[in-house]
């Protein structure tokens, strides 16, 4: 038992040591882009002129009409499902299934 334990804890240690050298080797860092003193010029000169505004977004769309109000049969149906702890209804039988 004995063993285990110390096997289990020399194997977080070993992940926690990688963890931390990791970490100081920066390997969650993002890459830095390679300094090219040649192309930097040539891509300033061939590079489109900036736009200055940038365009409007859409409109959003309207919102959908709220849905009408329960039939008396259906609100009926719904305070019956309520009551005896239904959350479900089921189709009619020739309903299609999907």
């Known amino acids: ?6 096997w289990i804890a020399a194997a977080c ?44 977004p859409p ?7 709220p849905a009408p109000p329960p039939t008396p049969e259906e609100q009926q149906i719904l305070d019956d499902a309520a009551a005896t702890g239904m959350t479900t209804i089921e189709p009619e039988p020739d309903a299609p299934q999907n």
């Open 1 to 6: 038992m004995l063993r285990k334990v110390l």
């Open 13 to 56: 240690a070993a992940v926690l040591a990688a963890l931390a050298a990791s970490r100081m080797l920066g390997f969650d860092r993002p890459a830095a882009p390679p300094a090219s003193q040649d192309a930097a010029p040539a891509a300033e000169e061939n590079a489109a002129p900036a736009v200055a505004a940038e365009p409007a």
């Open 59 to 65: 409109p959003e769309p309207a919102p959908a009409p």
